[in-house]
């Protein structure tokens, strides 16, 4: 009888699996616009369990050489293509998806145990697709995800085991603990789906969302592996086209590379995607991409065309040798949200960046002549 039941539990078993429901994850789930669920486990694309937050084998992590500054969150980055696509490559602006392309965005800060503060600083895990949980406070995950008519922002908040979905945003009061020993308050902004707008709308003229980081300077690195990242997604079949020597910018704290190359990484990521020749802030004539050669255009003896307050009082964006006179690092130093640069994506001042632009600036040769 035992045998009779094991036999039959088997063949049970075996049908049950042949019928596609046996007990495996499901693939991720790619929804319309018309359909966008409340929970972000619906889309099966990461799940939070007991120690980990667990995402899809079929997910794609990666990394960028100088990521955008967001109050000092750590971020965990994954794309996710429908089954036999690729995107097609671009030496400058972001690589072309197809349809039903996810990209996710993870924040997170690790929290000291002892005060609940988040800290600044987090070693990543080095394989694998999961981030262990234990110490960190996981916030939010943003999706791009790409439809027939372009790409659309959804911003999901973390609520215990789950995520869901904030059309409006969100607000969540942190103490952040510095590694200088300074602590201070961050009011945490998730942004509403305007705002992600706003800044993914990269092209002033068409308005169209775009990827800000999936770009071959940005991910051309190597990343939790000995394989350079580019090559590893062409290998995977989801970059097509890629040339034999893309280009690459430096990190923004890689003290071995030059003050111009590493100030001029942190900008393009930072603010490049809205002060370019199309971007938001083209009617500024301040053009901060990677793409700006002029001199001029990048700031130097620059006025601003219509700064306001914002120009602190001070003349030109980029004062050679003077910071202290020059606008660029007067909004980046402050956090007023009246005259901070960025407006949008950040509360804190980046002081080590502040610091690397003040240097670049004092490195820089010439005089700003008055006429």
């Given amino acids: 009888m035992i045998r009779r039941l094991c036999l039959l539990s088997a063949l049970l078993s075996a049908s049950l699996a042949l019928l596609g429901c046996d007990q495996s994850e499901p693939g991720v789930q790619y929804f319309d616009p018309a ?3 409340e929970q972000l486990s619906q889309w099966h694309l990461v799940k939070m369990t007991e120690d980990a937050l667990v995402f899809s084998e079929e997910a794609v992590i990666y990394d960028l050489n100088t990521p955008l500054f967001s ?3 750590q971020k965990l980055r994954t794309v996710w293509l429908p089954n036999g ?7 400058y602006e972001a690589f072309d998806f197809p349809v039903g392309t996810i990209i996710s ?7 000291a145990a002892e005060t609940g503060f988040v800290k600044t600083s987090y070693e990543w895990p080095k394989s694998g697709n999961s ?8 916030l939010e995950t943003r999706l791009l995800v790409k439809q027939a008519d372009g790409w659309d922002a959804l911003p999901y908040v973390w609520r215990g085991d789950d995520a869901y979905l904030k059309i409006a945003g969100d607000y969540i009061p942190l103490k952040v603990d510095h590694e200088t020993g300074v602590d201070e308050d961050l009011a945490y902004i998730v942004p509403t789906r305007n705002e992600c707008a706003a800044c993914h709308a990269t092209n002033h003229s068409t308005g169209e969302l775009l990827p800000i980081g999936l770009k071959a300077r940005h991910l051309n690195r190597e990343f939790r592996s000995a394989s350079n990242q580019l090559l590893h997604w062409q290998q995977l079949g989801i970059l097509r086209g890629l040339p034999q020597d893309p280009p690459a910018l430096t990190r923004w704290n890689d003290t071995t590379a030059t003050l111009e190359d ?7 990521i930072n603010c490049g995607h809205c002060h370019n020749s199309n971007g938001s802030a083209d009617t500024s004539g301040l053009f901060l991409d990677t793409a700006t050669t002029s001199m001029r255009e990048l700031g130097t003896c620059k006025p601003p065309i219509a700064a306001g307050g914002g120009s602190g009082g ?3 964006s980029i004062v050679p040798g003077r910071p202290d006179e020059s606008i660029l690092v007067f909004r980046m130093a402050t956090s007023d949200p009246a005259t901070r640069m960025p407006e949008l994506g950040r509360s804190l001042v980046h002081l080590a960046a502040t610091n690397l632009l003040t240097d670049w600036i004092v490195s820089l040769p010439g005089e700003c002549i008055e006429g």
């Fill in 85 to 91: 696509q690729s995107a097609e490559y671009a030496d």
């Fill in 105 to 111: 965005k993870t924040f997170f800060y690790p929290e």
């Fill in 262 to 268: 590493r100030a001029r990484a942190y900008l393009d």
């Fill in 314 to 316: 001070h003349q030109y």
């Fill in 35 to 37: 359909a966008y669920p």
């Fill in 131 to 138: 981030l262990p949980v234990l110490g960190l406070n996981i």
């Fill in 71 to 73: 109050d000092y969150a």
